[in-house]
């Protein structure tokens, strides 16, 4: 199962960009300074056009990377870098492959091929020659599923896994480091890799879960966020409960790693940061289970189905 699979609408281009609290002059000058997952524009295309500009899933969590970068006054030339890296092809673990069944690798990589692609490429993966001619073979919107900003977000929406980003400098080269957890991993090993480069390098971390999770605080996402299916048809009515005068309290049973139970009634205004916080919960699937109550006494309990568990740091 791939991202397609659960969000098969994600690569739509629709979050327009004033959403992300990004000025259009900023997006402009990103786009000039080349810092945009967009072609190039010849000088005579250059010209200042009044178009709308909509965005995927994808290029939105890249235009948040930028503004969070930028806050913290990172030139350009180590934004284009970063850039560079996330849109560029993830690197296989030798290891992992040479340990895996070739028959079990070649499955895995498959299941990411238009069916209308397999039985050419299957015997390209069996003799090598796949990945040289990968450029020619897969579409734009199929090729993001192997490139490592559709890996990141594969890891948060899909599997178990919290990312960051640690980007750093060595003998003058940006390098960037994805640092992973899943809830399987011990926090020890966390820490140590963490603690490794703390000691050892100056860097910026950038935690990928709060910058997707903005995607879903936003009341005015809904319509997006709806759009694209980031919400199932049970996760869709907690939203809709949150603007139910009918509705007097929301229960929310986060995961059993020590997160409590989150109680929020109508009297504790919910419609203001705690809506924030449900519209994060539901998007990350944070949860484990969730109980609507309405004045009525109605009962409705939402059991989490996709058993996501991100850790609480």
Excluded at 17 to 24: C, F, K, V, W
Excluded at 180 to 209: C, E, H
Excluded at 265 to 290: C, M, P, S
């Amino acid at each position: 199962m791939n991202i397609y699979d659960f969000y098969p609408k994600i690569f739509e281009k629709k979050i327009p960009i004033n959403l992300l609290d990004i000025s259009s002059r900023n997006y402009l000058n990103w786009k000039k300074e080349n810092l945009l997952n967009v072609p190039k524009e010849n000088k005579s295309d250059s010209i200042e056009k009044r178009e709308k500009v909509l965005l995927n899933v994808f290029d939105a969590l890249w235009l948040l990377i930028i503004k969070e970068l930028r806050e913290f006054n990172v030139d350009f030339l180590t934004i284009r870098t970063v850039k560079e890296i996330l849109y560029s092809y993830i690197q296989l673990d030798q290891n992992k492959i040479d340990s895996t069944p070739n028959d079990e690798f070649i499955n895995s990589i498959l299941k990411y091929i238009p069916n209308e692609f397999q039985e050419l490429i299957k015997p390209l993966l069996k003799d090598g020659s796949f990945f040289q001619l990968f450029d020619k073979l897969i579409d734009n919107k199929n090729a993001v599923l192997f490139q490592n900003i559709g890996g990141i977000l594969t890891d948060v929406l899909i599997r178990e896994i919290s990312v960051s980003l640690i980007i750093k400098k060595s003998n003058g080269f940006v390098e960037v480091e994805f640092l992973k957890i899943d809830a399987s991993d011990s926090y020890s090993n966390y820490g140590i890799a963490l603690s490794n480069s703390i000691v050892k390098d100056t860097f910026i971390n950038v935690p990928m879960v709060p910058l997707i999770g903005k995607l879903f605080e936003n009341s005015n996402f809904d319509k997006y966020t709806f759009q694209f299916d980031l919400y199932n048809q049970n996760e869709k009515k907690v939203i809709d409960a949150l603007n139910d005068d009918l509705c007097k309290e929301i229960k929310i049973t986060k995961h059993h790693t020590g997160d409590i139970t989150l109680n929020l009634t109508f009297e504790a205004d919910v419609k203001n940061e705690h809506a924030k916080e449900v519209r994060r919960i539901l998007g990350l699937k944070q949860y484990e289970k969730i109980e609507l109550v309405y004045r009525n006494e109605k009962h409705l309990i939402i059991n989490n189905t996709r058993k996501e568990i991100l850790k609480k740091v």
